[in-house]
């Protein structure tokens, strides 16, 4: 099914149409996802290794993990240290640490109030809209639209700026806030694919303390400032859960990328599933470890189960 290319046309965001992606045709076109609540960023990123590899062997189907990090800073390929602008002395009495990892893009902050997300997708299961295989600025793109109409959904006006990757939000010409003239980022992108596997992906402001972006230059940018859902939503007066929003944003996935969501309860029973062969997962000779905070987590029934 082809979905309507959307345009999303703002002030100061001079938007080309985007064609969301179209994947292969399939019975069991499916996306699992997980809200795994607050995990440390060094069990997360263990935990993506692993679900790559299970990914790529074909234990598992495309998965969307969402969750939310401690505070901590991240530095991607391309990153230069000197766009992180506290000492390290400052990070350390604050409790921020440092990983430098394989994403694209500069330096980024996760923190409370902000939601991750990691989708694990094998980019030869979908096709872009020509019949090739979706590329990794095919994906990007993609989420890029799973989040502007995440904005959109709570009355937000928000878009793409032009070599800029990530979400903006428009300016509020009506507004008598100096840093209403120019659009605001409310979701950052970096992504790592390795033989057709995602990893990484994106952190969507929902009520983070925005305070904590002055540690840095947002992705190297130092012109634009950074927003939050919670202070572009002006008529509310307050947001959902973290939780809620992450099943919303699952939702979006599901639209752009055309297939069906499936909430998973805990991370046993998404590693307990598969889309091919139901009884070959766990395999004896390779075992797949849940990383100990994880698995001390405990969820609850989704709604959304069958959204």
């Known amino acids: 099914m082809h979905i309507r290319p959307q345009i999303h046309l703002v002030p100061e965001m001079h938007i080309a149409p985007q ?22 960023y060094a069990e997360a990123l263990r935990l993506q290794e692993q679900l790559v590899e ?8 495309n998965t969307l993990l ?21 000492s390290d002395e400052l990070l350390a009495s604050c409790g921020v640490t440092v990983h430098q990892i394989n994403r694209g893009g500069d ?4 923190g409370p109030g902000q939601l991750v997300g990691y989708p694990i ?41 032009p070599k800029f990757t990530g979400v903006w939000c428009a300016p509020r010409l009506d ?21 057709g596997i995602t990893s990484h992906g994106f952190a969507f402001n929902v009520n983070p303390n925005l305070s904590d972006f002055t540690l840095i230059n947002p992705c190297g940018i130092t012109d634009r400032p950074v927003t939050s859902l919670q202070r572009e939503v002006q008529a509310l007066e307050s947001l ?42 766990p395999a004896q000779d390779t075992p797949l470890a849940i990383p100990a905070e994880v698995q001390r987590l405990k969820h609850t029934a989704d709604p959304l189960r069958h959204a």
């Open 19 to 40: 064609v969301v992606q179209v994947p292969i045709e399939s019975k069991t076109a499916m996306i699992q996802y997980l809200y795994l609540g607050r995990v440390d």
């Open 54 to 61: 299970a990914r790529r062997a074909g234990r598992i189907g």
């Open 66 to 86: 969402l969750l939310e990090h401690p505070a901590v800073l991240t530095l991607g390929r391309n990153a230069n240290r000197s766009n992180i602008l506290a």
């Open 107 to 110: 330096v980024t902050y996760h």
């Open 121 to 161: 997708f094998d980019l030869r299961s979908f096709r872009n809209p020509s019949g090739n295989r979706m590329g990794p600025v095919d994906f990007v793109r993609s989420m890029e639209e799973a989040l502007i109409r995440l904005c959109i959904s709570f009355g937000v006006p928000a878009g793409r700026i």
């Open 175 to 195: 507004s008598l806030d100096q840093s209403s003239g120019t659009s605001r980022k409310i979701a950052a992108i970096g992504i790592h694919v390795s033989r």
């Open 240 to 281: 959902p859960s973290l939780e809620a929003i992450a099943h919303q944003a699952a939702r979006q996935f599901g639209l752009v990328f055309d297939q069906q969501i499936l909430a998973v309860e805990s991370l046993s029973d998404l590693l307990a599933t598969t889309d091919s062969q139901p009884d070959s997962f």
